[in-house]
């Protein structure tokens, strides 16, 4: 649309919004909240970000990640609560992962508090990381 007509109206804005689709998203919520994140000034998080095995297989994938931060970001829909995802929370805590786990209300009500925390407690994790000589995302 764009080289077709380069000052339609919405061009700009359909560029933008294709450099900033993903394909990986597996909800209309996970793709919200990775855009709240990038539109602030955060760097884009991984989506869909694999842990494996020392033998190559999968055994959790979080739906937004800041590896470097050891950070996990899980979008739960409001009647959500899984066993499985809390028996995963805790194994990958195991590798020094923090898994934060956000609602609908934290998208819709409190948006800008949302982002907040997780740039803070992004911030927070990197450098106590580094203070530790981290280097690499464990399992990733």
Known sequence: MRDARPGARGAQT???????????????????????LVLDGL?????????????????????????????????????????????????????GWHTLRLLHKDLVRTPQATVALIRDLRARREHMLR??????APGA
């Open 43 to 95: 760097p884009a998080p991984h989506v869909q970000y694999r842990l494996l095995e020392r033998w190559g297989r999968e055994w959790a994938r979080f739906d937004l990640a800041y590896p470097e931060a050891l950070l996990a970001i899980e979008y739960d829909g409001e009647e959500h609560d899984d066993a499985l995802d809390r028996a995963r929370d805790l194994r990958a805590s195991g590798l």
């Open 131 to 136: 203070a530790e000589g981290y280097t690499s």
């Open 14 to 36: 359909l560029c933008r919004v294709v450099a900033l689709a993903d394909p990986r998203a597996e909800s209309p919520q996970e793709t919200r909240l990775r855009l709240l």
